[in-house]
């Protein structure tokens, strides 16, 4: 059996990737990209301890991740579309209408 | 049986119902509710000498009719309302529902034959002053007078100011209110303080404060610490106490320094003028004095400081009134001077003396005012004396009547003003003889005054009613009618023949004691330690007052002889068929006097040049400094916030980047409070 | 049951009136608050409670069931009245309803919510004098600054948006403040309460089983609480110097807000203080007797110096309300029946007398749209009845005898006087009651100027007489005041009730 601290480093990398992607990524595309791998990171460490712990709930709540994921998903892919309408762009950083 | 006293309340209230009914229908009713309030004060009057006959068969009355505030526990004092029904109330009591009377039939003439306006208004206001006035009269304790006090300031400032649509009635409203309320504060004082001293402020019976006092005296029966003094000895604590109900006294009575608002008040009515200045509000300064005077004769310094006051003020306010052109402000000064007299007679210690003059004084300053009123009626409402002249042979009615409260007032024998003056002045020589001699230098304030009240006396009589008319309204005098003439011979004889009933020094010549008639009333049938033997105790145990023997006729003779000498100056000078202005020749007096020793561009400093610079300073320090730290506090915040949102950048990655930055920080500060890194 | 009903009945008439037509509103709700006062009078006339209800006294109308768990708190439904809280209630129905009558002239837009939120707030004042469990009456407390926020935010004058965020804002901070005083006070007293119960934290930090808190002593917690809850009520109060709120509320507010804002809010600061401090801290109290009593004088004689300032009617009015409340805090220091109760006293005596010379300017303003005290003089002669009756609540204001003002004022001054707090209050009494003379001057001159002398008029309106709905409501509340100044027993006697076992048994 493949110890669980391999998971967590797995998991710990994955997420690190997406935390760079979100903090140097400018294009909504990548940064949906980005946020996908944090959320699987997570996905990871509860199937992981899911299976390690014997208990399902984990693996249940990686069901509700995905589930989550998906419609974040729709709902961020429809907000880029807005914002390509809107600035003729996907570039996060020109969109800065939001602020004081 | 029922008798006066169960019927004493509706003394008070008569009036009161009238104001009412002036208040709620004087509009419907005839001449504005003008017959309301004669029948009130007549039956006032016909109460008042039932009472009076009642307490002269020996009865007195001192009773709680009504509690104010009762106190739920035990220890908790009482607030009552009572009636004290004895020979100094009975007395005043008919005292000032003549005069109300008297002066509500002169209104008929002065008011509602002349067409004013306002009537039921002004019927009102009479009414409750003289309901006011005549419950000050009877109440049986300090917090009471301290209430119908107040009510009587108010009904005088409704009165003054009875012509609002000028501008001067209201300001002197205004300012009589506004003095007299800086007296008042003084004596509210004074009433908490009897209250946190004695628990009550009852002024006859054996729990009555004055009592309390004497015995709590050094020497006196109650133990040391049997009231609480607040630290002082006694005496000093009574002083102060005393003073600071004089405060009131002082407001009240027009006495130095704060009469000013009396002649101001000139600016009402003239029957108004009467009322104040005779029998109420004026009066009832001088009626508080007297009627705990079984306080104020524990301490000495209380009694030479009344005593200095009202000398001080007799010979200050006469002088003013030499000068004077309307016939009113003359007389106006002649009221505070005249108080002082009666001010005097207290503090040195005659008390029969003082309520004796108290007495004649309100007869016949009631009588010149109304006789003034008349003038003026004729005079279409002019009060200029250099404009009257030789009215003497247009209206002998009010001429004679004028003249006989003229001689009372300048203390001609045998008119009612001599015998009492005389008495004041001849109270305070024996005293001051006896031992206190502060006294005698009070004395001679009066006795100077005396020459001049002769000599302003008849200036204005002379150049009133001597002579040759000067203008063409006192060629052709406006008549007037029996209601004006009517309470002018009453008032008449009475400030001829009221003096008789205590000449002293008659009394003295003649080695007929039983004729002092007054000083048998207050020292007999009274309840017992508010006599005025009870107070001859006092003043000798406990204010070291003691009176020398000396004829009465030498010093009547002495004050006689001055006013005599002031009227037969006047004589010279203005009983001339066309007067001149002498006082001119005093120059830069003239001026002072004419100006009362600036003592209104004082007041008016003090307000314009004082107050309201200092309340203008402080609504600066308050709208700058106390309110600028409030917004000053908003500013901040607001400041701040609007740096701190500068953070909001509007870019997404910029808040991802802060995120990650706020996790690994606080990831950080839980390991290393946590341990994680050891 | 009656209490609920009270307020129940008063948050439906606003809930009706709120959904009203605007065309109707105004007399639906005069004739809806015409219940609670009705109800309220009821209360007061078969009060049969002794004491006071936060030591052990019985409490009238009592309703007490358990309502919420909270962390080991138990959050009681505990409303009641005593002798203290029975004349306010009265007073806020009365003075509320008047209000309403007083509004028809100057409210023209929006009338359903105006009324609605009147009587909203109506219900919530009810609420803070009946409650008796805090969680409560904190919350009656805080949401009365709702509807005052919004009374003053949408119908006040040129500056309401100042005026209504600086009211809200001040008085929000400040009881911020309170809580947290007092918060630290249940804490303190840990087990031996655990619950929001006033009676019962009042018995318990009367009878010293305060703790100690956090290693912070529990004479220290008492002090610093005492402090914390004194600066909170302060500001409602107002005492000065946290009183710069309220002459701009007062200002900006119509002038039916006005009636209720200086007639019943400032009261719940004073109600307060009585209720908190004073009743649950007697100790603290006395140890801070001199300076409460310095701000007492401070207030009286500071206040009465900035109306001297004024040119505008309202902001005359507002000081000397500033005035007035010190007087207030004066006679609780007391600590006597005298003094205690004639604060209590003065509260309702204030409420009315103040109230009345609102509206009496409101009638001034309706008819002349100035209240600057050098745009016009001689009003008398044109607006008879109402300079009448502005004179006598002038006269009131000052003090007059036979008027509930004086009754109010003597008790305090007598209790003052004779306080054995500490020795220099006969000084500090002195001292304050020369706010009996400055309060004539301005008020003489005020009225002088604008109400006597020749007429003259610098806007450009026709002066009419003013309506009976705005006349007769003065006439009332004049009646009212004259009724308490000739026989203050029917309040003065359920107060000293209610005030005798705080100076019996609260002092040493």
Known sequence: MVPPQWYLLLSAAVFCIGLFGILTRRNALLFLMSVELMLNAANINLVAFSVFWGNVTGQAFSLFTMALAAAEVAVGIGIILVLYRNFKDVDVTKATTMRW | MVGAFD???????????????????????????????????????????????????????????????????????????????????????????????????????????????????????????????????????????????????????????????????????????????????????????????????????????????????????????????????????????????????????????????????????????????????????????????????????????????????????????????????????????????????????????????????????????????????????????????????????????????????????????????????????????????????????????????????????????????????????????????????????????????????????????????????????????????????????????????????????????????????????????????????????????????????????????????????????????????????????????????????????????????????????????????? | MIIEALIAVTFVAALVVFVAPDEVAGRLAAALSVLPVLGSLYMWSSYDAAGNALTGGSVAFETMVPWLELGGYTLHWHVGVDGISMPLVVMTTILTSLAIFSAWTPIDDRQSQFYGLFLFMEANLLGVFMALDFFVWFIFWEAVLVPMYFLIGIWGGPRRKYAAIKFFVYTNIASLVMFIGFAALVFGLGDSVSSFDLPAISRALRGGELGSLYGVSAETLKAVAFVAMFLGFAVKVPIVPFHTWLPDAHVEAPTPASVVLAGVLLKMGTYALLRFNFTMMPDQATAFAVPIAAVAVLSVIYGAILALAQQDLKRIVAYSSVSSMGYVILGLIAYNTYGVGGATFQMIAHGLISGLMFMGVGVIYNTTHTRMVGDMSGMADRMPVTTGIFVAGAFGYMGLPLMAGFAGEFFIFKGAFASTVHASMPLFTAASMFGIVIVAGYLLFAMQRTLFGPFRLDTDYEVTTAALHETVPMFVLLLCIIALGVDPGLFFRMIQDAVNPLVGGGLP
């Open chain 2, 7 to 678: 019927y004493a309340p509706a003394i008070v209230l008569l009036p009161f119902l009238s104001f009412l009914v002036a208040l709620a229908g004087g509009k419907y009713l005839p001449k504005g509710g003008a017959f309301g309030g004669i029948a009130a004060t007549a039956g006032s009057l016909l109460l008042s000498v039932w009472v009076f006959l009642t307490v002269s068969g020996g009865e007195t009355h001192n009773d709680t009719l009504y509690t104010w505030v009762a106190g739920v526990s035990e220890e908790t004092v009482s607030l009552e309302l009572g009636l004290l029904l004895d020979p100094l109330s009975a007395m005043m009591l008919i005292i000032v529902s003549l005069v109300a009377l008297l002066v509500h039939v002169f209104s008929l003439g002065y008011m509602n034959d002349e067409g004013e306006t306002g009537l039921p208004r002004y019927y009102a206001g009479l009414g409750l002053f003289t309901a006011s006035m005549l419950g000050f009269v009877v109440a049986d304790n300090l917090l009471m007078a301290f209430m119908f006090f107040e009510l009587v300031g108010l009904c005088s400032y409704l009165l003054i100011g009875f012509w609002f649509r000028q501008e001067g009635p209201p300001s002197a409203a205004k300012k009589a209110f506004l003095v007299t309320r800086f007296g008042d504060y003084f004596f509210l004082v004074g009433v908490v303080a009897v209250f946190a001293t004695f628990g009550t402020a009852a002024f006859a019976g054996p729990d009555s404060f004055p009592h309390i006092a004497e015995l709590a005296m050094p020497g006196g029966e109650s133990p040391d610490g049997a009231v609480n003094t607040f630290g002082f000895d006694p005496r000093t604590w009574f002083t102060i106490v005393g003073l600071l109900v004089l405060g009131g006294v002082v407001g009240k009575s027009a006495q130095f320094p704060l009469h000013t608002w009396l002649p101001d008040a000139m600016e009402g009515p003239t029957p108004v003028s009467a009322l104040i200045h005779a029998a109420t509000m004026v009066a009832a300064g001088v009626y508080l004095v007297a009627r705990m005077y079984g306080f104020y004769a524990l301490s000495p310094t209380a009694l030479a400081i009344i005593a200095f006051i009202g000398g001080f003020t007799a010979l200050f306010a006469a002088t003013m009134g030499v000068v004077k052109r309307e016939i009113k402000q003359v007389l106006a000064y002649s009221t505070i001077s005249q108080y002082g007299y009666m001010m005097l007679g207290l503090g040195a210690g005659g008390y029969v003396a003082a309520t004796f003059h108290l007495m004649t004084h309100a007869f016949f300053k009631a009588l010149l005012f109304l006789g003034a009123g008349s003038v003026i009626i004729a005079m279409h409402h002019n009060e200029n004396m250099w404009d009257m002249g030789g009215l003497k042979e247009k209206m002998p009615v009010t001429y004679y009547t004028f003249l006989s409260g003229s001689l009372a007032l300048a203390g001609i024998v045998p008119f009612a003003g001599f015998w009492s003056k005389d008495e004041v002045l001849y109270e305070a020589l024996v005293h001051g003889l006896g031992g206190s001699t502060l006294l005698l230098g009070a004395y001679a304030m009066g006795l100077v005054a005396v020459f001049f009240t002769g000599f302003y006396t008849f200036r204005m009589v002379f150049l009133t009613f001597h002579g040759e008319p000067r203008t063409e309204t006192a060629r052709d005098p406006h008549g007037v009618r029996w209601n004006v003439k009517g309470p002018l011979v009453v008032l008449g004889v009475l400030a001829a023949t009221a003096g008789l009933v205590n000449m002293t020094p008659v009394a003295e010549m003649l080695g007929m004691p039983g004729i002092e008639l007054l000083h048998k009333w207050l020292a007999h049938g009274g309840i017992e330690m508010t006599t005025s033997e009870h107070y001859v105790t006092l003043l000798e145990e406990q204010a070291d007052y003691h009176a020398t023997h000396l004829s009465p006729l030498v010093p009547g003779l002495v004050s006689l002889g001055l006013a005599l000498a002031g009227a037969g100056l006047a004589h010279v000078l203005y009983n001339v068929p066309s007067p001149e202005r002498h006082t001119d020749k005093l120059g830069a007096i003239k001026t002072l006097w004419y100006n009362n020793y600036y003592q209104d561009e004082l007041q008016v400093w003090l307000a314009d040049g004082v107050v309201r610079p200092l309340a203008r300073a402080a609504d600066k320090f308050d709208q700058g400094v106390v309110d600028g730290v409030v917004d000053g506090v908003s500013s901040v915040s607001l400041f701040a916030g609007g740096r701190v949102r500068r953070i909001q950048t509007g870019i997404v990655s910029n808040y991802a980047a802060l995120l990650t930055l706020g996790l690994t920080a606080l990831v950080l500060v839980f390991g290393i409070m946590g341990g994680w890194f050891v």
